[in-house]
């Protein structure tokens, strides 16, 4: 599933797919099986499909490729590493949050079976690696060391985010602080890695990589919108996942922390052990409008917006790499899936 149009992410089918493909063709038989459908290349019998993510963290790697003067072909492997160690996250977090529709169908877990699902994605976290190792560009393993601390930053946040569920005195610096490692992280080494793998001079490797730590908070901060108001048919979520899952999400402790009435009002709804009905997870929404969240979560993620734009203004890239990054991000931070 690609979200159009923006020419960079019609590249990464054409350029990385070959790469990952050859990648898992080196898994046995039964994995091969799990991963391919888990990167949309196929059905649950195993029939070609067209079912992947929107291949944001690819399309940022070919990119900074291109911000360190090379052609994007030479940004391939930190793409598939990037989107390998992403969708290892997505096919454990499925598990995790017992979720059974991903992108439109079915989870892996849910078709596979939970112990094929986390055994597929320990072999795409192996094979991010392996992505990386098989490039002969000057920074390899510079780019191994940062995968593997942004991989670190992202289970220190996924750990966070599953603790909160079952806190109820999470802070919005707590959220924040989660956030940024549980997404802005991978998001900013997709930014770098294609960089450090062409021996880009330390302040652009620096630069894109703070680009990606603005973008992916905006893009987080837009994410948990659509975790709460977001079109199930755009989003190929049930409606309100995150209230029914009782997440933490940005919005929801901002709303939790605000000390107004529909804030309290929340909390109380919040609490409550029942099963959520269409019902409250209407009432649910409008309390957290009503609190301020959504309009504080929406300033926030054109704050992170503008600081992102700012560093690759710094940078000062060609004109033309500069705008198809702007055209990402501005994308990317302005979706509805
Ligand atoms: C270790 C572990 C289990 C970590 C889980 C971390 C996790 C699930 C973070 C969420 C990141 C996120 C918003 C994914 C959707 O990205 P996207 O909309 O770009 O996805 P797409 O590839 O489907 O387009």
Request: hydrophobic share 45%; aromatic share 4%; with cysteine.
């Amino acid at each position: 599933m690609t979200i159009a149009p923006v020419a960079c992410l019609d590249q990464v089918p054409a350029l990385v797919e070959p790469r990952i493909r050859d990648l898992i063709g080196r898994l046995d038989p039964r994995n091969q099986r799990v991963t391919a459908y888990q990167l949309g290349y196929c059905d649950a019998d195993g029939a070609p499909t067209t079912a992947g993510g929107k291949g944001i963290r690819p399309a940022l790697a070919l990119l900074s490729a291109r911000a360190a003067g090379h052609p994007p072909e030479r940004g391939v492997a930190a793409a598939a590493a990037v989107e390998l160690a992403h969708n290892f996250s997505l096919l454990h977090d499925d598990v995790m949050d017992q979720d059974t529709m991903r992108r439109h169908r079915p989870t892996a877990w849910a078709v596979f079976g939970t112990a094929a699902a986390i055994l597929a994605g320990d072999a795409l976290m192996i094979l991010a690696h392996d992505a990386l190792a098989g490039d002969s560009g000057p920074g390899r393993v510079q780019a191994a060391r940062r995968l593997d601390a942004d991989v670190h930053r992202l289970i220190a946040g996924q750990a966070a985010d599953l603790e909160f569920e079952h806190r109820d005195d999470v802070s919005l610096d707590e959220c924040l602080a989660m956030t940024a490692d549980k997404t802005a992280a991978l998001m900013s080494c997709a930014c770098t890695l294609g960089a450090l793998l062409c021996g880009a001079p330390a302040a652009v490797t620096r630069g894109l990589s703070r680009f990606g730590t603005h973008l992916g908070m905006s893009f987080q901060l837009v994410d948990d919108q659509l975790g709460i108001w977001g079109e199930p048919g755009r989003t190929g979520k049930p409606v309100g996942s995150d209230l029914r899952a009782r997440k933490k999400s940005v919005p929801i402790v901002h709303a939790l922390t605000s000390g107004t009435a529909a804030g309290d009002a929340f909390r109380t709804l919040y609490a409550s052990t029942h099963e959520p009905q269409e019902a409250d997870l209407r009432t649910a929404s409008r309390l957290l409008e009503e609190s301020g969240s959504r309009d504080w979560v929406q300033d926030e993620a054109d704050r992170h917006l503008a600081h992102a734009l700012d560093e690759l203004a710094a940078l000062e890239l060609p004109a033309d790499v500069h705008n198809d990054l702007v055209d990402l991000a501005r994308l990317v931070t302005g979706r509805d899936h």
